[in-house]
Every structure is written in structure tokens, then in C-alpha cells.
């Protein structure tokens, strides 16, 4: 099997769980009001939306390795 393919199913997969956090991050119900209960909602969301971030950067390096790699002619 081509190694390429490895690169794609990798980043295909970090894409995946990135969109399935900020997915997760924009169902936490933030509540009326400025309390306690306000502001943990708010750091729910921030964490799942740093997770998602992450995992999106993650696939774009292994994009930009597989294309390297490629342009090197170290892989097809």
C-alpha cells in the first residue's frame, strides 16, 4: 500500500474527532445570568473548543508532512 494513504487516513481522522469536539463544544447550554454556573459553561466550551483546535492542527501537519515527503520524492 502506498504510504501516502497513511498520511491521508490520518489527517482524515484528527479532522474528524476536531469537528466532533467543536460539535460537542457548541451543545453546552450556557445559562442566563453571570454566575458560577455561567462561567464553568464557558470554560467547558473554551476546553472542547482548544481540543478541537488542536486536533485540526495536528491534521494539517500531517498533510503538510505527506506533501513534503512528496515534493522530495521520498514517497508516491
Same mark, same amino acid.
Given at each position: ?6 498520511? !491521508?487516513? =490520518?489527517?482524515? $481522522? +484528527?479532522? /474528524? ?5 467543536? @460539535?460537542? /463544544?457548541?451543545? %453546552?447550554?450556557?445559562?442566563? *445570568? &453571570?454566575?458560577?454556573?455561567?462561567? !464553568?459553561?464557558?470554560?467547558?466550551? #473554551?476546553? &472542547?473548543?482548544?481540543? *478541537?483546535? #488542536? +486536533? @485540526? =492542527?495536528?491534521?494539517?501537519? #500531517?498533510? =503538510?508532512?505527506?506533501?513534503? $515527503?512528496? =515534493?522530495? *520524492? $521520498? %514517497?508516491?
Amino acid at each position: 500500500m502506498n504510504p501516502s494513504v497513511y498520511f !491521508d487516513f =490520518a489527517a482524515a $481522522l +484528527l479532522a /474528524s474527532c476536531s469537528a466532533a469536539c467543536w @460539535a460537542r /463544544s457548541a451543545r %453546552i447550554t450556557v445559562p442566563t *445570568g &453571570w454566575d458560577a454556573d455561567q462561567a !464553568d459553561a464557558f470554560r467547558k466550551s #473554551a476546553q &472542547w473548543n482548544s481540543r *478541537g483546535a #488542536a +486536533l @485540526a =492542527a495536528v491534521s494539517v501537519v #500531517a498533510t =503538510a508532512v505527506k506533501t513534503a $515527503l512528496m =515534493a522530495r *520524492g $521520498l %514517497i508516491q
